[in-house]
C-alpha cells in the first residue's frame, strides 16, 4: 500500500530530525536530557499538525515555529559555529542559558498542544463539514456565466497591480513608498499584494473545483500571482501563500471525497518550489540594486572559482553567490530563537517592558527591540530610503515580562483567537477551506514574525476581515439576486 501525501511529508520531517539530532545532541552545550525533550516536543508538535483534525493556523504555525527554533538552533550549533546572524544581543551562550531558552520553547509547545486540543473539542474541525456538493446555486451559476470574463479580470489586476507597484513603488518591503496616492491608497495595494489577490485565488479555485468537478487547472494562476506579487513587493516568503492554496485544495478534495493524485500535488509543489527560488534570485537582484544592507556573515557554502575573469567563471560565480544566498535564508533568515537568546539575555525586562513596547515608532534606526531589548544602538541615516527590521517573534515578544506564566496563556489565548478566526473566514466565505487557509497562513507567518510596532497588528485584523467581509457580501449579492 502505498504512503499518502500527509504520510510523506511526515515521513520527510522525521527522516530531517533523526539526521539531525545527533549533531544538535553532541553540540548541545546544556543539559542533553532538555535537549532531547526539547527535540521530542518540537517534532512530535510538527508532526500532528499535519493531521486532518488540525486547521490550517495550527499547521503553519507549528512549522514555522519549529524552523524558527529547533531546525535554526540545531543547524547554527552544529554547523554554523553559533553565527545566529540576526543577533542575539547580551545572551552569554552559558549551558544554564541554552537550557533556560530551550525549556520555555518547551513550554509554549506543550501551550500551543493544548490550544489545539481545545479548539477540536470547542470551536470547530473541518472533517465536520460536508465538503461535497456547493449548496449555492446561484454564486455556481454566476461563476459558469461570466467565467470567462472572470478570469480574464483576475489575471488582469494581477499584472497591472503588481507591474505598476514595482515601478512606481506604492509599497515594498524595506522601502519607503516613492509613490503616494490619495485616500490611503497605497494601503490597498498593499493589502492586494500581500494576500488579498491570493485570496481571490483561493475563491476563483475553489468555485473551478466545484464548476467542473475536481478541476486542478487554475492552481497555476495562483502560482503566477504569488510569483509576480512577491517580486513587486521584494518579498522572500512566496512560497507561504503558494503553499496554502496547494494544501487548502487538498484537503478540499480530501474532504470533498475525491481521489487524491499525489503526482499532481508533488508536481505542483515542485513548480512552486522552482518559481519561489527564480523570485528570490530576482528579489536578492532588485534589493542590491536599491543598495539593501547586504546580508551578514554570508558563508561561502560555493567557494567562488579562482582563476582568469571570463564570462564562463563569472557566470559560474554569480550563481554560486545566489545558492549561497538561498542557502543562508534557509539556515539563517528564521524568526524565533535568537529574539528569544536576546531577552533572555537582557536582565532587565518586565512588565513594563512589555507594555513600553506598544509605543514602538518607525524610525530609520533600530526598533524597540532592537534598542531596549537587544541593546544595539545603530543609528542610521534619515536621508536613507532603505530600512532594515528585525523581530523577535511572538515567543520572544510576550516574554518580555519575564513570566514564563504570561508567555503560556499568552500563547494560548492568541492560538485560540487566530482559530476562531480562520473559522470565520471558512463560514463566512461558503466553506471556501481554500481561502480559510490562506487566512490561517497570514495569521501564523505575522505570529512567528510578531514585534515590531506590534500596536499596527490591528490593520492585519482589519484587512483579514475586510477580505472576509467582501468574500461574504460579494457572494451572499450574487447568490440573492442572481437567478
Wanted: charged letters at 15%; proline letters at 2%; glycine letters at 4%.
Amino acid at each position: 500500500k502505498k504512503m499518502s501525501l500527509i504520510k510523506n511529508i511526515k515521513f520527510f520531517f522525521i527522516i530531517l530530525v533523526l539526521f539531525l539530532f545527533p549533531f544538535g545532541l553532541i553540540s548541545y552545550p546544556g543539559n542533553k536530557i532538555y535537549y532531547i525533550i526539547f527535540t521530542a516536543l518540537s517534532t512530535y508538535s510538527l508532526i500532528i499538525s499535519f493531521n486532518n483534525k488540525s486547521i490550517a493556523f495550527e499547521t503553519f504555525f507549528a512549522l514555522l515555529f519549529w524552523l524558527g527554533f529547533w531546525f535554526k538552533l540545531t543547524i547554527q550549533i552544529s554547523f554554523l559555529n553559533n553565527q545566529f546572524p540576526e543577533g542575539v544581543g547580551l545572551f552569554d551562550y552559558k549551558p544554564e542559558s541554552f537550557d533556560k531558552l530551550i525549556n520555555i520553547v518547551s513550554i509554549c509547545i506543550i501551550s500551543l498542544m493544548s490550544a489545539r486540543k481545545f479548539r477540536s473539542k470547542f470551536i470547530f474541525n473541518y472533517k465536520d463539514y460536508n465538503f461535497k456538493n456547493y449548496k449555492q446555486e446561484n454564486c455556481l451559476n454566476f461563476y459558469s456565466n461570466f467565467r470567462i470574463i472572470i478570469l480574464f479580470v483576475y489575471l488582469f489586476c494581477i499584472f497591472f497591480f503588481s507591474i505598476t507597484n514595482f515601478i512606481f513603488v506604492f509599497f515594498q518591503k524595506g522601502v519607503l513608498p516613492e509613490t503616494i496616492l490619495p485616500l490611503g491608497l497605497n494601503n490597498l495595494i498593499n493589502w492586494l499584494l500581500m494576500f488579498g489577490l491570493t485570496s481571490f485565488s483561493a475563491v476563483l479555485l475553489f468555485f473551478e473545483f466545484h464548476y467542473k468537478k475536481n478541476n486542478k487547472t487554475y492552481l497555476k494562476f495562483g502560482f503566477i500571482e504569488n510569483f509576480l506579487s512577491s517580486i513587486s513587493i521584494l518579498s522572500r516568503a512566496m512560497i507561504f501563500n503558494g503553499t496554502s492554496l496547494i494544501f487548502g485544495f487538498y484537503r478540499l478534495t480530501d474532504f470533498g471525497g475525491h481521489k487524491i493524485k499525489k503526482k499532481f500535488f508533488i508536481k505542483s509543489f515542485i513548480i512552486l518550489l522552482i518559481l519561489f527560488l527564480i523570485s528570490l534570485i530576482i528579489v536578492n537582484k532588485s534589493r542590491q540594486h536599491k543598495d539593501f544592507p547586504k546580508e551578514l556573515q554570508i558563508k561561502n557554502y560555493l567557494p567562488k572559482i579562482q582563476g582568469i575573469d571570463n564570462k564562463t567563471i563569472d557566470t559560474l560565480n554569480y550563481f554560486s553567490n545566489e545558492i549561497n544566498q538561498i542557502f543562508f535564508l534557509i539556515s539563517g533568515r528564521w524568526v524565533g530563537v535568537e529574539g528569544l537568546m536576546a531577552v533572555i539575555g537582557n536582565k532587565e525586562i518586565n512588565y513594563n517592558t512589555f507594555v513600553n513596547s506598544f509605543s514602538d515608532k518607525f524610525d530609520y534606526s533600530n526598533s524597540f527591540y532592537e534598542n531596549t531589548i537587544k541593546k544595539n544602538n545603530f543609528v542610521s541615516s534619515k536621508n536613507s530610503k532603505i530600512y532594515t527590521v528585525y523581530v523577535p517573534g511572538i515567543v520572544a515578544f510576550l516574554f518580555y515580562t519575564n513570566s514564563v506564566l504570561f508567555l503560556f496563556v499568552g500563547i494560548f489565548i492568541l492560538s485560540i483567537a487566530c482559530s476562531i478566526i480562520e473559522y470565520l473566514s471558512f463560514r463566512f466565505s461558503h466553506y471556501n477551506i481554500i481561502f480559510s487557509y490562506v487566512v490561517g497562513n497570514v495569521l501564523a507567518y505575522r505570529l512567528a514574525h510578531f514585534g515590531y510596532m506590534p500596536q499596527n497588528s490591528f490593520k492585519l485584523i482589519f484587512a483579514i476581515f475586510f477580505t472576509i467581509g467582501l468574500i461574504y457580501f460579494g457572494l451572499n449579492i450574487i447568490n440573492k439576486y442572481w437567478k
